[in-house]
């Protein structure tokens, strides 16, 4: 069973500051990772995702995550953000084919960018 | 835009009554699942269905069920709803296969009084 810990429950940053939100998972295989961004009363819309190959993965709006297998993290960055990534950010896991399709979610982190 | 739709987006139910909620899928997508999101929480796996059967489901009682149609739409049924079934439902569609990147719609937000 794969489970997510999202450290941070909320992460206040100033606009045009740089930002980590950081993700942690645990499994005994191989998986998939995911970042999900919702904005308020919306669903979740893929931000990026690391299925296998170059452990830094870029994703829209400027996003990027970096995958580290020894420390089983897929922290989430950006160089600079902006008061429109004012949203909550989940980060998901997914075992390999064969072994089910479901995500598993952590409990997301509240990014709120202020001016 | 996902092209993930959902109907309706509120509801608003009393305990012990039946709710179902639609989902109507991504084209050209063969897979739906469907999740639970309660307030100030990630979403839950409820169940996914693979060219009209079922093919996983998470730690939910059977008064949750669905049924995925031939043209690859979806429902979720909930019986007999509790207090805490109050959440917002998610669809997700994908191809299905190896990869399987699920795209989600904006959600139906249920809430039993």
Redesign the interface.
Known sequence: AQS?TQLDSQVPVFEEAPVELRCNYSSSVSV?LFW?VQYPN?????LL?Y?SGSTLVKGINGFEAEFNKSQTSFHLRKPSVHISDTAEY?C?V?GP?GG?????????TQLKVEL | ETGVTQSPTHLIKTRGQQVTLRCSSQSGHNTVSWYQQALGQGPQFIFQYYREEENGRGNFPPRFSGLQFPNYSSELNVNALELDDSALYLCASSFGGKINIQYFGAGTRLSVL
């Open positions: 997510v998939y999900y919306q669903g979740l819309q893929l995702k299925l989940f998901a997914r084919p089910g399709n479901k995500l598993t979610f952590g409990t997301g």
